[in-house]
C-alpha cells in the first residue's frame, strides 16, 4: 500500500498486487494488478510484462499496460494502454547500451510512440 499527499491537501491510496514467475533461468514472466483510489480520481490497471536474457550479454523484454480510470470531472470510464518493448546489451561488466519503445493509446492519443536509448556506464 502507497499513500499519496498532495500540496493543496488531497491524497490517495494505491495498493498493488502482484506475481513475478521464473519459469526458467533465462525467462521472468510478471503480472500485477494496481488499484488507485483517491484524489484526482480512480484508477483500476492490469500490467503484464516478459523479460528473457540470455544471462551474458542480451536481454530483451515486453509488456502491455491497461488501465481504466475515471477522473473527478469525468462523467464515464476512460482506457488507457501501453505496448512497450525494450533490449539491454552489455557489452562490459560496467558498459551498456538499452532501448526501449513505447506507444501510448488513450482518450488524447490513438498513437503515441515514444522511444529511449541509452548508454550506460558504471564508475
Do not use: C
Request: proline share 1%; net charge neutral; no cysteine.
Amino acid at each position: 500500500m502507497i499513500r499519496e499527499s498532495y500540496g493543496d491537501g488531497g491524497d490517495a491510496t494505491v495498493y498493488e498486487v502482484g506475481l513475478r514467475m521464473r519459469p526458467s533461468h533465462q525467462l521472468t514472466v510478471g503480472l500485477f494488478y494496481d488499484n488507485r483510489i483517491g484524489y484526482g480520481g480512480d484508477l483500476n490497471g492490469i500490467k503484464t510484462y516478459a523479460e528473457y536474457s540470455d544471462l551474458k550479454k542480451l536481454k530483451v523484454a515486453a509488456g502491455i499496460d491497461y488501465d481504466v480510470y475515471q477522473r473527478d470531472d469525468m462523467t464515464g470510464d476512460e482506457i488507457a494502454r501501453k505496448y512497450w518493448a525494450a533490449t539491454r546489451f552489455n557489452f562490459t561488466k560496467k558498459m551498456s547500451a538499452s532501448l526501449r519503445v513505447e506507444d501510448n493509446v488513450n482518450a488524447n492519443y490513438s498513437k503515441d510512440v515514444r522511444g529511449r536509448a541509452t548508454f550506460d556506464v558504471d564508475f
